[in-house]
């Protein structure tokens, strides 16, 4: 067999211009996530210097305040921060265990027919606006939640509550961790199942105990994606949450804030104190992801490893 010299020599060019090619692609989109922190910090950190022009914020006082006043010049976040991660994980505890088994019908329980039909209707819902879901909620669940306000000797705000926000944030991130919980089910190596079988385990055992653990890995990256929704969602939530200017708020039927909806409020400005905090406000959310993520993909690890 006769090797051509030149044409090898012209694969091992093409492979190294694509392999250039592709790490400056990497590097182009790397850098964007880069300057947008480089910018957030930026504008985020300059109140609370010294020579700020428009006058210095304490530290501190921003972290760990329960006020939150911008007509009063008093910015406190702290009962902020305590509402988005209660809301976050209050949606995350009320999706998961839905999404899960929803999933587990549609890869393993469900007719094809059915399960295509249905994983297709998650999909779609994955893809709908988050003003969508944000009319939706503003329409539908404000009204459960001021019947089952009633129900209990409440009243609230309209059905504008910290309860409202919870249902909402869960309907959000269902299709996500149904989706994704749905590949790890099927990423699952059928002989694990057909030896759980063989040994006389139940179909519905060998769901649960081989199929679900043996995917947990795969589910919980879906929680840590549902999460980061609920983290950042904005629009929709700010049309159901209120604008609580204390707190935190542990009443659910009680007006709450979270950190994008006191972002969202500020996009009126252009400049001065008040628009510049909201990039502040941006920093701590960016701080929770991270923290957040860095958690629980700490603690899916752990999971990994023990299946």
């Given at each position: 067999?006769?090797i051509?010299?030149?044409?090898?020599?012209?694969?091992?060019?093409?492979?190294?211009?694509?392999?250039?090619?592709?790490?400056?692609?990497?590097?182009?989109?790397?850098?964007?996530?880069?300057?947008?922190?480089?910018?957030?910090?930026?504008?985020?950190?300059?109140?609370?210097?010294?020579?700020?022009?428009?006058?210095?914020v304490?530290?501190?006082?921003?972290?760990?305040?329960?006020?939150?006043?911008q007509d009063?010049?008093?910015?406190?976040?702290?009962?902020?921060?305590?509402?988005?991660?209660?809301?976050?994980?209050?949606?995350?505890?009320?999706?998961?265990?839905?999404?899960?088994?929803?999933?587990?019908?549609?890869?393993k329980?469900?007719?094809?027919?059915?399960?295509a039909?249905?994983?297709?209707?998650?999909?779609?819902?994955?893809?709908?606006?988050s003003?969508?879901?944000?009319?939706?909620?503003?329409?539908?669940?404000?009204?459960?939640v001021?019947?089952?306000a009633?129900?209990?000797?409440?009243s609230?705000?309209?059905?504008?509550?910290?309860?409202?926000?919870?249902?909402l944030?869960?309907?959000?991130?269902?299709?996500?961790?149904?989706?994704?919980?749905?590949?790890?089910?099927?990423?699952?190596?059928?002989?694990?199942?057909?030896?759980?079988?063989?040994l006389?385990?139940?179909?519905?055992?060998?769901?649960f105990?081989?199929?679900?653990?043996t995917?947990?890995?795969?589910?919980?990256a879906?929680?840590?994606?549902?999460?980061?929704?609920?983290?950042g969602?904005?629009?929709?939530?700010?049309?159901?949450?209120?604008?609580?200017?204390?707190?935190?708020?542990?009443?659910?039927?009680?007006?709450?804030?979270?950190?994008?909806?006191?972002m969202?409020?500020?996009?009126?400005e252009?400049?001065?104190?008040?628009?510049?905090i909201?990039?502040s406000?941006?920093?701590?959310?960016?701080?929770?992801?991270?923290?957040s993520n860095?958690?629980?993909?700490?603690?899916?690890?752990?999971?990994?490893?023990?299946?």
């Open positions: 067999m006769v051509d010299k030149n044409k090898v020599k012209r694969n091992k060019s093409w492979d190294k211009f694509f392999r250039y090619f592709f790490m400056a692609m990497a590097l182009l989109s790397s850098s964007f996530i880069v300057i947008i922190i480089l910018f957030v910090c930026s504008k985020g950190i300059s109140p609370f210097l010294p020579n700020y022009e428009y006058g210095q304490d530290f501190i006082s921003f972290l760990t305040g329960t006020v939150y006043r009063q010049g008093i910015y406190g976040v702290g009962f902020i921060v305590i509402n988005t991660i209660l809301s976050a994980f209050l949606a995350l505890l009320i999706a998961f265990p839905i999404s899960v088994l929803t999933a587990l019908f549609i890869a329980i469900a007719p094809k027919k059915l399960g039909i249905m994983q297709n209707v998650v999909e779609l819902l994955a893809s709908v606006p003003i969508v879901y944000g009319v939706f909620a503003a329409g539908v669940i404000t009204e459960i001021k019947y089952l009633s129900l209990f000797g409440y609230t705000f309209g059905g504008s509550s910290l309860l409202a926000v919870i249902m944030l869960a309907i959000m991130i269902f299709p996500t961790l149904t989706s994704l919980s749905i590949t790890a089910i099927r990423s699952v190596d059928p002989s694990l199942e057909h030896a759980s079988l063989a006389g385990a139940t179909e519905t055992q060998t769901n105990k081989v199929v679900l653990t995917a947990k890995s795969g589910i919980f879906g929680a840590i994606l549902g999460l980061g929704r609920a983290y969602e904005a629009t929709a939530v700010a049309m159901v949450a209120g604008n609580k200017l204390f707190g935190p708020t542990f009443n659910p039927f009680d007006i709450t804030r979270t950190l994008t909806s006191t969202l409020a500020g996009l009126k252009t400049t001065g104190l008040d628009y510049d909201r990039f406000v941006g920093l701590v959310l960016i701080v929770i992801i991270f923290v860095f958690i629980l993909n700490f603690v899916k690890k752990r999971i990994g490893n023990t299946v």
